[in-house]
């Protein structure tokens, strides 16, 4: 079973290099491929997490090179619970990105970008979250990075550039700070595998280990979108195409705090900046939902409340319980599948009215009942109504904190009920404005160019019967019209009859999402014991390093 652990990396990999081989050549067997390997890794995660419910965590040292030379991946529950999450989610967003024929526009590049690009990103997810050690970590990082880049800036558009251009700016200063902490790191330890470090840190001064956790906690939390290290997010992922959008901000945050999750149990157990983690959470909370507040667009009002909700996780990781610590990685599973069916919903807006500018929705309830229902069902899971599984993420936490006692917990707990309440005004207010007012005048007949792909229901990529109008990007169009925008002469289509993959897809997250609900008994369980394991430190331990 050990031999299957390094599976989810190897094989996006691999694929990858078949499919920049095949460049935009073969689009049905590009789609096909994607598809049976994306497939393969949520089938390969669902595995590693029952077996190391079962059996413990499982480790698998490359090359057959014992620490500290060798490179170490572990999959535990919590490795496997987000592997698990992560693989359905990057696979829903795929066939969404299908329909919307995003990757037919790679026959305007030399090379397929899209779906090489893609790959190397699940390939990056899964190595960050399967990683034994600080080094590859980080490379899990970087590979995220260069794929997220590519990614961000697909359509070469200059919004999307100057976007992508600060995001890639931002993780290279994180990456820098990361690799001066690994170097620090080796130096008083004279290792960086994670299980050699939980035996070896508790011997390093005091002072030393303080400054080494706040290095890695800044990282992290600049990864994570923590306040005040969340000023990029915003303006870096409304700009890019729904698909890109929707997995950078359901499931690459989500990273970082599980970085956060494993050092602080593993490295740093009985951690001293409990406090300044639960400053910083409190401040993601009231910052972002009041700023989500403030927006009138909903792919901002979306981002915002991602850093808002950011704020729950670093408040259980702050509290360091075993209440607490369960109630996060729930709220992390809940929280990336969700904020991911959002923005997927927010795409679907798009393509069929052209904007996401609340203000020039409206009557999307009557108009496309099946899109309000889309929204509806995920809005009130993040903001918590009960029985979803916002709130029992939520519920969890807050008891954590009552439980806790402290000064800080209940200002958190306080917290949380208010951000919990924004929330839910918030989506309402989205619901009021784009599905339940009457559409503005001229809504039903105009929408705004798109800097998109072309919208293609059969994936087919001829489209020289259609007519085609030239416009500049951003100006209103006949609804259902085929227009090219200001950018690279790229046509797309707004249409009312939305491509049944894309829709197929948000389903398919919406339900994903509900599923969580059903099962939240076997799934608050199983968080448990992961907290449990987490806490003890000496299953992981004893699972790397044989004693």
């Not at 009130?380 to 008891?399: D, E, H, T, V």
């Not at 439980?403 to 009920?417: E, I, T």
């Not at 619901?431 to 792909?453: H, I, K, M, Q, T």
């Not at 209103?476 to 249409?495: D, E, R, Y």
């Amino acid at each position: 079973m050990n031999a299957l652990v390094p599976l989810p990396v190897l094989l996006p990999l691999c694929v990858t290099g078949l499919k920049l081989a095949i460049g935009p050549r073969l689009h049905r067997f590009q789609r096909f491929i994607s598809l049976a390997v994306l497939g393969a890794v949520l089938v390969l995660s669902g595995v590693l997490m029952v077996a190391a419910d079962r059996h413990g965590p499982l480790s698998v040292h490359l090359g057959d090179f014992a620490p500290p030379v060798g490179i170490t991946l572990v999959a535990d529950r919590l490795a496997g619970l987000m592997l698990t999450v992560s693989s359905a989610v990057t696979l829903l967003v795929l066939v969404y990105s299908m329909g919307q024929g995003m990757a037919d526009r790679d026959d305007q590049a030399p090379v397929g970008v899209f779906h090489p690009a893609y790959l190397i990103l699940v390939a990056g997810v899964s190595c960050t979250f399967l990683a034994g050690d600080l080094v590859n970590l980080y490379v899990g990082f970087e590979i995220m990075l260069v794929a997220s880049f590519v990614l961000l800036t697909i359509g070469g558009t200059a919004t999307r550039i100057r976007a992508g251009s600060t995001y890639v700016i931002i993780s290279l200063f994180s990456s820098v700070l990361f690799l001066v902490a690994i170097a620090m790191t080796y130096a008083v330890a004279g290792t960086v595998n994670f299980a050699q470090l939980a035996q070896r840190l508790q011997e390093v001064p005091l002072g030393v280990r303080t400054l080494l956790e706040a290095m890695l906690l800044t990282v992290f939390a600049i990864k994570a979108a923590v306040f005040p290290l969340a000023a990029w997010l915003p303006d870096s992922y409304p700009t890019a195409p729904a698909p890109v959008t929707a997995v950078f901000a359901g499931l690459l945050t989500k990273v970082g705090v599980y970085s956060m999750l494993r050092t602080q149990t593993l490295l740093f157990p009985g951690h001293r900046l409990g406090d300044l983690l639960m400053l910083a959470a409190l401040a993601s909370m009231g910052v972002g939902i009041l700023g989500a507040v403030a927006q009138t667009d909903l792919k901002r009002v979306l981002s915002f409340t991602l850093i808002s909700h950011i704020g729950y996780m670093v408040f259980g990781i702050a509290l360091a319980g075993r209440t607490s610590i369960s109630g996060a990685i729930v709220y992390v599973a809940h929280h990336i599948t969700v904020q991911t069916t959002l923005f997927l919903v927010a795409g679907l807006i798009e393509r069929r009215d052209g904007t996401t500018e609340l203000t020039r929705l409206g009557g999307l309830a009557r108009a496309a009942p099946l899109l309000a229902v889309l929204f509806f069902v995920p809005a009130m899971n993040l903001a918590g109504i009960p029985p979803l599984s916002g709130f029992i993420g939520k519920l969890g936490l807050m008891r954590a904190g009552v439980a806790d006692g402290g000064g800080w917990a209940w200002a958190l707990v306080a917290g949380s009920a208010a951000t919990s309440l924004l929330t839910l005004y918030v989506m309402a207010k989205v619901w009021n404005l784009a599905f339940w007012r009457d559409a503005p005048p001229g809504a039903e007949e105009e929408g705004v160019v798109l800097e998109s792909a072309e919208d293609d229901d059969t994936g087919d990529d001829d489209t020289d019967d259609e007519e085609e109008r030239p416009t500049g990007s951003g100006l209103p169009v006949p609804a259902g019209a085929v227009v090219a925008a200001g950018f690279l002469g790229q046509s797309i289509t707004t249409t009312k009859h939305l491509p049944w993959p894309m829709v197929a897809a948000t389903g398919a997250a919406v339900a994903l999402g509900l599923s969580y609900t059903v099962l939240g008994g076997p799934l608050t369980t199983f968080t448990q014991a992961a907290a449990t394991e987490l806490l003890a430190r000496t299953p992981y331990i004893e699972a790397v390093l044989g004693r």
